[in-house]
T-cell receptor
């Protein structure tokens, strides 16, 4: 089976940097995905890491270390619109996803 | 534009009733997935399909069924709705090797 751990909540001010860590235990691993979800909305895809290292997409970056079963999502230059829940998800064979419990990010002025 | 649509967006029903949630995609993808999300939690996989006539059980399949008679649709049926199945249901249809993009979801309340 799969299990993922991520912090439940993070609070930061506009312009700050936030790092959301995700550790996982898995019986089959193809990669680690990150999703953003605003209240009442659907999860939207942010990034995917299949190999070790850092992937950068604008203000957001994602990192993976397969040997440590660990990854993180880095949110830079925080904006009010970044207030949302962020989920890490392990991708297994057959494109199946197992999600962590989510991290609620609250951005304050 | 190709898309994925779920219906209804909201539904209220009573325990013991049969309920069917629709998921329709126009991408012509073989893969389709159903997840549920309980308040304050991540998504959990219910059922999935890799093509017509193919269905598979996910992590939380008890009390749910799916059928795949064509490429575009994967309806999710709750055979006898229970209050524990009150949740938000999301459908996804990724192309092979591509990230999953979700429909807008169905918010289901069972009283």
């Amino acid at each position: 089976g799969q299990s993922l751990e991520q912090p439940s909540e993070v609070t930061a001010v506009e312009g700050a940097i936030v790092q959301i860590n995700c550790t996982y235990q898995t019986s089959g691993f193809y990669g680690l995905s990150w999703y953003q979800q605003h209240d009442g909305g659907a999860p939207t895809f942010l990034s995917y890491n299949a190999l070790d290292g850092l992937e950068e997409t604008g203000r957001f970056s994602s990192f993976l270390s397969r040997s440590d079963s660990y990854g993180y999502l880095l949110l830079q230059e925080l904006q009010m619109k970044d207030s949302a829940s962020y989920f890490c998800a392990v991708k297994a064979a057959g494109n199946k996803l197992t999600f962590g419990g989510g991290t609620r990010v609250l951005v304050k002025p | 534009d190709a898309e994925i649509t779920q219906s209804p967006r909201h539904k209220i029903t009573e325990t013991g009733r049969q309920v069917t949630l629709a998921c329709h995609q126009t991408w012509n993808h073989n893969n389709m997935f159903w997840y549920r999300q309980d308040l304050g939690h991540g998504l959990r996989l219910i059922h999935y399909s890799y093509g017509v006539q193919d269905t598979n059980k996910g992590e939380v399949s008890d009390g749910y069924s799916v059928s795949r008679s064509n490429t575009e649709d994967l309806p999710l049926t709750l055979e006898s709705a229970a209050s524990s199945q009150t949740s938000v249901y999301f459908c996804a249809s990724p192309n092979f090797g591509q990230p999953q993009h979700f429909g807008d979801g169905t918010r289901l309340s069972i009283l």
